[in-house]
């Protein structure tokens, strides 16, 4: 699942932007200072960061400074939210690191489209209606995975599972990436219950001859459609 972070200091837009970003389909998480936000990118991956220009401790400029200079984190996609709406004001932004902008107060359909955008041109595969890989076709418009000509049937926590190696196929995931991205910071999950899904996905994927397209990696976790 796509994951984004809202790096924003008022609670009731923080919630406002969570809200309607989790209702179209991403993984979201908050925090209300430049500083949570640094320990976030520390501890988690992202896709994107919707990153606020006015914050406590550190400035939403700093941060997207510091967002550029990190290896990890270079190229991380990054809309700022600023109500300085004054040209030179923009070009600083975009200058020191934004991706595209977003003036308050602002359409959260306009916010919705500029994700949305940028995670298009920085990682097709998240907003892609349909992912595959070999004869392994997931379509998320019609909430389906197949293999050659065979529908898989799925539960859903196998659905969103290889929905997100798929998404991040030829990477390695650890287990705890794995229960980030599928059952979210949230979820009461341990890593067995990662292993326990991935059996159960196995199972589906393959009939017959068919070539496992899930590797273990030990101690490091799984990757997908590494060849």
Not at 56 to 69: D, H, K, N, T, W
Not at 191 to 199: A, K
Request: net charge negative.
């Amino acid at each position: 699942m796509t994951s984004i972070l809202i790096v924003e200091d008022e609670a009731s837009l923080a919630e406002l932007l969570q809200y309607n970003l989790e209702a179209a389909g991403y993984a979201v998480q908050t925090a209300a200072t430049g500083s949570a936000a640094e320990a976030a990118l520390t501890d988690s991956q992202f896709d994107l960061v919707v990153l606020d220009w006015m914050l406590p401790e550190v400035s939403g400029i700093e941060l997207c400074r510091r967002i550029r200079q990190r290896p990890e984190t270079k190229l991380l996609p990054v809309l700022m939210l600023t109500a300085r709406g004054e040209e030179a004001d923009r070009v600083r932004g975009l200058s020191t690191g934004a991706d595209d902008y977003v003036v308050k107060p602002f359409s959260i359909n306009e916010v919705l489209a500029r994700v949305k955008a940028l995670l298009r041109r920085a990682a097709p595969d998240l907003v892609a209606d349909v992912l595959t890989f070999g004869d392994i076709e997931l379509d998320r418009a019609a909430h389906r995975v197949k293999r050659a000509d065979r529908e898989l049937r799925l539960g859903p926590t196998e659905y969103r599972l290889v929905m997100y190696l798929l998404e991040n196929r030829g990477r390695v995931l650890s287990r705890q990436q794995l229960i980030d991205g599928v059952w979210g910071r949230d979820g009461d999950v341990d890593e067995r219950t990662v292993d326990v899904h991935i059996g159960r996905l196995r199972k589906a994927l393959m009939m017959g001859d068919e070539s496992d397209p899930i590797r273990t990696v030990r101690g490091g976790g799984y990757v997908f459609g590494e060849r």
